[in-house]
C-alpha cells in the first residue's frame, strides 16, 4: 500500500551509488544501513582523513558485531565491507552518486553550505536528502540551482533498529524525488511517512515536549536518578538514558528550535545548557552510573 501523500513508485529512480556527508555516528549508522539494505557502494565524507577513518572504522566494527552474530555471513561480511568507503573530496566520490544524504551539524548555514558543494559535483537529478532533525527543508534548498532534489530523511537512533524514517517535502520539492525518497525508505526496510515541513516534524516536535518537561521536573529540584527511576517499565528507555544517546546538543538544538517557534510551549532548560557548554556528550558513564561531573551541574544553584 502506497504512504499517504506519496507520489506514484514508477515516478522514483534508481539508486545506484550513495554519498554520505559526514562521518559521525549517525552518518556511520546510514552508511551501514545503505549498504546492508541497498547493496550498493557507498561513501562516507568528512572535513579530514582521521574522521573518515573513525567512520569506515565504525562501519567494519558493526559488520563484524552481525557476523558475531551469525545475521551475515562472512561472503556477505567481506562484500558489505567493500562497499562501505571513505574520502576527504567529495568531487571525484560523488560525480556517479545518485543519492546523497547530509548528516553534519545541525546548523542551517552548514547544511546549506554542504548542498551547495554538492550540486557543484553531483548530476542535476542526484537527490540531495537531509537527516536534519528540525530545519526548514524549503529554507535548506532554497538558495540551490536544483532546490526541487532536496528532500527531508529523518531517521532515529539506534538507525539499525528504530523503524521510522520521516521523509519531508519541502515547498519546491518535486514528485520524483519524493517517489525515490518513499522507494529508498521502503529499501531500506524502514516505515516512511510523509510528514509537514514544520519545526522539527512530528517525532521530536512530541519528544521536545517530553525532555522539556523531565528538564523542568529536574530543575525543579527532583534528582536527575529519581526522574529516571519514575519511568522504568514505562518507557523503553529513560529520558536521561535518551539524552544521552541522542546527545545533549543535539536534544538542546531541537528545544531552541522549538522553543523559537512555539515560545509558549517549549522549555529550554538551563541545566541542559550548561551540560552542552560544559561539553558533556552523556549524563552517565559506561557502568549506568551518574557522571559526577553532570551530577556537580546539576546541583550547581
Ligand atoms: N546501535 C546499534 N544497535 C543497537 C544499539 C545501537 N546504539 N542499541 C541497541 N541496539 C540493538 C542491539 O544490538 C539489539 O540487536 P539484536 O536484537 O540484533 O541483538 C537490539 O538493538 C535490542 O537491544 P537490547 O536488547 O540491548 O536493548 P533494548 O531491548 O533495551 O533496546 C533500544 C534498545 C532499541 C535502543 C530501546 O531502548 C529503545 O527503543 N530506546 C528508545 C530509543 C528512541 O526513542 N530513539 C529515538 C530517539 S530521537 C532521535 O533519534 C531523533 C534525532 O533526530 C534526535
Do not use: C, W
Request: glycine share 6%.
Amino acid at each position: 500500500k502506497r504512504p499517504a501523500g506519496a507520489p506514484d513508485r514508477s515516478l522514483a529512480r534508481p539508486v545506484t551509488k550513495v554519498g554520505i556527508v559526514g562521518a559521525g555516528l549517525m552518518a556511520s549508522q546510514l552508511a551501514l544501513l545503505f549498504a546492508r539494505r541497498l547493496q550498493v557502494p557507498v561513501v562516507l565524507t568528512d572535513l579530514d582523513q582521521e574522521r573518515v577513518d573513525k567512520g569506515v572504522g565504525y562501519v567494519h566494527a558493526e559488520i563484524d558485531k552481525l557476523l558475531g552474530k551469525g545475521r551475515v555471513g562472512p561472503d556477505k561480511a567481506n562484500r558489505l565491507k567493500a562497499l562501505v568507503s571513505g574520502a576527504v573530496d567529495k568531487a571525484e566520490v560523488f560525480a556517479d552518486a545518485d543519492f546523497v544524504v547530509e548528516a553534519v551539524f545541525e546548523e542551517m548555514k552548514i547544511k546549506k553550505q554542504v548542498f551547495a558543494d554538492v550540486e557543484k559535483v553531483v548530476s542535476p537529478e542526484a537527490v540531495l536528502a537531509t537527516n536534519t532533525s528540525s530545519l526548514s527543508i524549503t529554507e535548506m534548498a532554497a538558495d540551490l540551482e536544483h532546490p526541487e532534489r532536496v528532500v527531508g530523511f529523518h531517521f532515529f537512533n539506534p538507525v539499525a533498529v528504530m523503524p521510522l524514517l520521516e521523509i519531508v517535502k519541502g515547498e519546491q520539492t518535486d514528485d520524483a524525488t519524493l517517489a525515490t525518497a518513499f522507494a529508498t525508505g521502503k529499501a531500506l526496510k524502514k516505515t516512511t511517512i510523509l510528514v509537514k515541513d514544520s519545526p522539527s516534524f512530528i517525532v521530536n516536535r512530541l519528544l521536545g515536549r517530553f525532555m522539556g518537561e523531565v528538564g523542568k521536573i529536574v530543575d525543579e529540584g527532583t534528582p536527575l536518578a529519581v526522574a529516571d527511576g519514575a519511568f522504568a517499565g514505562v518507557a523503553p528507555m529513560p529520558p536521561f538514558f535518551l539524552l544521552s544517546l541522542v546527545g545533549p546538543a543535539i536534544a538542546l538544538h531541537n528545544n531552541e528550535t522549538l522553543h523559537g517557534a512555539f515560545p509558549d510551549r517549549f522549555y529550554v532548560s538551563p541545566n541542559l545548557q550548561a551540560l552542552v557548554a560544559a561539553r558533556k556528550t552523556s549524563v552517565y558513564l559506561p557502568d549506568f552510573s551518574i557522571d559526577p561531573e553532570v551530577a556537580e551541574i546539576f546541583a550547581a544553584p
